[in-house]
């Protein structure tokens, strides 16, 4: 693991038990962001008040880990050389793990004035901020960075507190639409359906396609290889390894209940039975995995019955799955 040292400015290197503790940064990108390739240009010289708007989140960011009594930051724009595939590989393969590990992640809402309020009046507390106009939270890859990290301190465009992650709790809840117990750190992830935890994405993008799906391995505690070009089959490979990585041969049956039904009948050509994107899990937040029973079949195949019609899937010789709903016709589905 890449850490920059927040005196010196200069990347260090750790691994296994060795890594110290470490202050890590929620951002949005952009324009004039720092990067690993373009590292050279920041200096412990430069004041955060006379450089770019880059340079300067680095640096605060830095000077936060300090107030923090951290002497180590990472930060994904400066923390990864993504010209190396390997190492972008094990970045994003790594990064649940990553900010779950921190001290203390730092969530910087740079859209966010530090003098508004909803009614467009002065700042009267720290929750009064309109946090939901914020870009942070359409974004993919934030999700993980909300959920993962035990401590969460959210800045507003100044590098203002607005408050923390336990503290606003409730608020963020409303905002993004995941259990408040889940970000008081009450209940794990494991513990909600496979539908929930997609649900949670439903409403965010990423300027890749591929990293829509990218940026859920960590919820899932599961790897993957990253194929950038294949497009919304990557999503489908996610939906594949999180139905193989099932414990024994049980399987979480709402990774299915995303509204296949009503998707298929208006289809003339066959259709799959694995989503295209997490948006179609919208309106599938509640559902609950202990509603359905779906076991694996010693051939690959699955059963699953619950309080919807009863489907059931194999592969057949030429590498598709076939997918029968009861009283309806049957449907071939492309991996």
């Known amino acids: 693991m890449r850490l920059l ?12 038990r060795d890594v110290p503790a470490y202050a890590i ?23 955060p008040t006379k450089t770019t708007r880059g340079v300067q989140k680095l640096l605060s960011t830095c000077m936060q880990a300090q107030e923090h009594g951290l002497d180590y ?34 969530v910087y809402l740079a859209d966010i004035p530090t003098t508004a309020s909803p009614d467009g009046g002065s700042r009267g507390d720290d929750r009064s901020l309109p946090m939901k106009h914020s870009r942070w939270f359409t974004r993919a890859w934030t999700l993980q960075e909300l959920i993962a990290p035990k401590r969460v301190v959210f800045f ?40 929930t935890r997609l649900s949670w994405a439903a409403n965010r993008t990423a300027n890749m396609v591929e990293d829509e ?9 599961i790897s993957m290889p990253l194929l950038y070009g294949e497009g919304d089959r990557a999503f489908s490979r996610l939906q594949d390894e ?10 979480d049956p709402t990774v299915f209940t995303w509204g296949i039904e009503d998707y298929c009948q208006y289809q003339t050509e066959a259709c799959s039975i694995l989503a295209e994107s997490p948006s179609q899990f919208r309106n599938y937040r509640d559902v609950e995995a202990g509603a359905f029973a779906l076991r694996k079949s010693i051939d690959g195949g699955a059963h699953f019955r619950g309080p919807v019609d009863l489907w059931t899937f194999a592969g057949d010789e030429a590498g598709e799955r076939t997918l029968r709903v009861l009283g309806a016709a049957s449907m071939g589905c492309a991996r």
């Open 5 to 16: 040292n927040t005196t010196t400015l200069l990347h260090e290197e750790f691994s296994g």
């Open 25 to 47: 940064l929620s951002h949005c990108w952009e324009e004039g962001e720092v990067l690993f390739t373009n590292r050279k240009n920041v200096s412990i010289q430069d004041s």
């Open 73 to 106: 930051v990472w930060i994904d724009s400066y923390c990864i050389n993504r010209s190396s595939s390997a190492e972008l590989f094990e970045a994003i393969n790594s990064m649940f793990k990553w900010y779950e590990e921190s001290d203390v992640c730092f």
């Open 156 to 195: 507003d465009e100044n590098w203002s507190s607005i408050g923390t992650k336990d503290g606003l709790a409730e608020e963020l809840s409303a905002i993004t639409g995941i259990d408040a117990k889940l970000l008081l750190g009450q209940r794990s992830i494991s513990g909600y359906s496979v539908a």
């Open 213 to 221: 799906a990218y940026c859920l391995l960590g919820l899932f505690d």
């Open 242 to 251: 999180i139905i193989r990585s099932a414990s024994g041969r049980i399987i």
